[in-house]
């Protein structure tokens, strides 16, 4: 099957039995048993659930994994994932990440449980040599990544990595497998924050974790469990009615985030523009080998810091001010103050994340409309 094919029928088909198109919301907490320990395969939701099972046998579909785990959220996603390791472990992550999952490395770090180590993903020297110095427990890698839209060789990264019998994970939120396939490139883990572009309405909060390998699908499963950081039917019911759109959806939003990154990169009050589309973009040549398009998140910088961040944001029309991505309604923050306050001052503007950051979710209104709403906002700069 072709990917919008794979989007509806992937992992999916009628309810066995009803004959809905659509699978039903199982609005239950536990399952009648024919007799003690007897079970149709379901006993209690918080252990499984049919509208859930639906939504994991798709999102392994879409990514070509062996199988797929829901949580409640992305960062649930993130801490049960965690768990799998043993205390003292070391993590070594990508410089460039979600503010959140900042958080909890660090929480992770001041509790004894793990020791993560931050690099610049970018560079595979960097890496090869992080490897060398002693075990690890994962690589863990954003890309594109949050908020610069910086790249990882994803290839060549997960074959470093398995030279030292590592895993690799990569969070593929940002491009979501319509644009790309990590697993495909030689990553063991993909995860997603199915609240952004796999939901794609804002209307629902989702995490998931496909794998390459069975046992590691069986382990989540069961930390899934017995942890209990689960997605209820009704939010599972979101997700999937939003992967049924998704590569509409992705064509949309990545156009829309091309015109508007061309129109970035040319104005005066412009600092710089990330988005791998621009040829510009020093990870451009990457961007077309291992992605299939790039994606609907620009970031830039406003020469003018935080003041003039703030006067953009508050001049635009369409973007919304607002935290999260992946909606069909475009969205606009500053990293600094929203999304990557958790991080340090200090330790941001290290990672070239500056105050007059701005992150546009771009959405799929109008091209022309967004076009016009951003070059009317640059004019009051």
């Known amino acids: 099957m072709r990917f919008d094919t794979r989007a509806i029928h992937g992992g999916q088909g009628p309810d066995p039995l009803t004959g809905a198109v659509n699978v039903p919301v199982y609005q239950t907490s536990t399952y009648a048993q024919t007799a003690p320990g007897e079970t149709k395969g379901y006993d209690y939701s918080r252990t499984a659930n049919p509208t859930r099972s639906m939504l994991e046998r798709a999102l392994a579909e879409l990514e070509g994994g062996k199988g797929a785990v829901a949580f409640g959220s992305g960062m649930g996603a993130l801490t049960t994932l ?72 994803i290839r ?44 794609g309405h804002s209307d629902v909060v989702g995490g998931a974790l496909v794998a390459a390998d069975p046992k590691t699908v069986e382990r989540l499963h069961w930390l899934q469990n017995a942890a209990g950081a689960v997605p209820g039917p009704w939010d599972c019911f979101l997700v999937l009615r939003g992967i049924h759109t998704l590569g509409v959806r992705m064509r949309a939003h990545a156009a829309n985030a091309q015109r508007i990154a061309e129109l970035l990169e040319g104005h005066p009050q412009v600092a710089s523009v990330h988005y791998p589309g621009l040829s510009s973009h020093p990870q451009h040549a990457l961007a077309r080998r291992q992605m299939h398009g790039f994606g609907g998140m620009v970031s830039v910088e406003l020469r003018g810091g935080l003041p003039a961040a703030r006067k953009f944001l508050g001049a635009l029309q369409y973007f919304y001010i607002g935290e999260s991505l992946g909606g069909v309604e475009s969205l606009a923050e500053v990293p600094a103050l929203m999304t990557h306050q958790s991080i340090p001052p200090e330790e941001r503007r290290r990672r070239g994340l500056g105050d007059g950051l701005v992150r546009l979710s771009v959405g799929i209104e109008d091209g022309d409309d967004l076009v016009e709403d951003v070059r009317e906002a640059l004019g009051t700069l």
């Open 156 to 199: 060549a990264v997960a074959e470093l990595a398995r030279e030292r019998g590592v895993p690799l994970v990569v969070d593929n939120t940002f491009a979501s497998p319509y644009f790309q396939r990590p697993l495909e490139l030689g990553a063991q883990i993909v995860l997603h924050s199915t609240t952004k572009y796999l939901g």
């Open 82 to 153: 965690l768990w799998t390791l043993p205390a003292g472990t070391r993590v070594l992550a990508g410089e460039d990440l979600y503010g959140g999952t900042y958080r909890i490395l660090e929480h992770a770090r001041t509790q004894g449980m793990l020791r993560p180590e931050y690099l610049d993903m970018r560079d595979l020297g960097a890496v090869r040599q992080a490897l060398g110095r002693g075990p690890a427990g994962l690589v863990y890698v954003e890309t594109p990544s949050n908020p610069l839209l910086d790249l990882v060789d």
